[in-house]
């Protein structure tokens, strides 16, 4: 089992920074291919970014690219997702994953276990 909790949400302006991170309970954290997910009011849930277990590969949505960094610390058993440029439609429920085969990807349904969610609101 692994447990996620997501922090870091909030209110911003437009242009703004925020770093969320993500606190993984896994005693193998370091397996998991991660990634974070965004959902806005009446909208499916979408990709964000990815990392694998390594931290060696990264994988980011084209909306979000050169803007949005994702990292990770094993030892620390964290992933943080760093946002720069916000935009508002950059709004959503933040949600971090984890992927049990390693690999981290886009794809929503490889995605084993979730946290509960952290609110980013971008104001204009």
């Known amino acids: 089992q692994v447990q996620l909790v997501e922090s870091g949400g909030g209110l911003v302006q437009a242009g703004g920074s925020l770093r969320l991170s993500c606190a993984a309970s896994?005693?193998?954290?370091?397996?998991?291919?991660m990634a974070w997910f965004r959902q806005a009011p009446g909208q499916a849930r979408d990709f964000v970014a990815a990392?694998?277990?390594?931290?060696?590969?990264?994988y980011y949505a084209d909306s979000v690219k050169g803007r949005f960094t994702i990292s990770r610390d094993n030892a620390q058993k964290m992933v943080y997702l760093q946002m720069n440029s916000l935009k508002p439609e950059d709004t959503a429920v933040y949600y971090c994953?984890?992927?049990?085969?390693?690999?981290?990807?886009?794809?929503?349904?490889?995605?084993?276990?979730w946290g509960q969610g952290t609110q980013v609101t971008v104001s204009s």
């Open positions: 994953a984890a992927d049990s085969l390693g690999m981290g990807s886009g794809v929503i349904g490889n995605y084993d276990y």
């Open positions: 896994a005693r193998t954290f370091s397996r998991y291919g």
């Open positions: 990392i694998s277990w390594t931290g060696g590969n990264t």
